[in-house]
């Protein structure tokens, strides 16, 4: 089983950004993390991080026919991309959206998300965990299915 991980715009400054709200752990913590979780649930990671929607877009209309399905942070396209959003809906893959803060918590903007909707399960609020756990919710659904 190979999974898609996706890191949205600005997640390259993990461990930088605002510590208080994201977290010390950088965006290479996260993916040697996440490789550790993979290797032990024995399923394979491609994993891609950009900062420009229209390539997040490619990588899940192309990496669609490799994986199973997809775990997304799409940082601040959570409240802004219907495009993202359809590109997910459209390859029909499973996905769980996932968030290292409590965007609930947080500025009314950032309440809003055009994916949780659709999304297969959404984790936000545990730091690097709320990764882990949704790899291992997407993994169980897939395994499941």
């Known amino acids: 089983m190979r999974i898609g991980v996706i890191h949205g715009p600005n997640l390259q400054l993990l ?10 752990a ?8 996440l490789e550790r979780l993979a290797s032990e649930l024995g399923v394979t990671l491609e994993t891609i991080q950009s900062n420009h929607e229209g390539e997040i877009v490619d990588f899940v209309s192309d990496a669609a026919g490799r994986v199973g399905g ?21 390859v029909e893959r499973p996905f769980v959206e996932v968030h290292l803060s409590n965007t609930a918590g947080r500025e009314e903007f950032r309440r809003r998300s055009f994916l949780s909707p659709v999304a297969s399960g959404v984790v936000l ?10 790899l291992r919710g997407l993994v169980g659904k897939l395994s499941d299915a």
């Open 70 to 90: 997809f775990l997304i942070n799409p940082g601040g396209l959570t409240h802004t991309s219907v495009v993202l959003r359809d590109a997910l809906v459209g």
């Open 125 to 134: 609020g545990f730091g690097l965990q709320s990764y882990l756990l949704g």
């Open 26 to 33: 950088t965006l290479s913590d996260v993916n040697e993390a």
């Open 15 to 24: 461990g930088k950004r605002e510590p208080e709200v994201y977290g010390t």
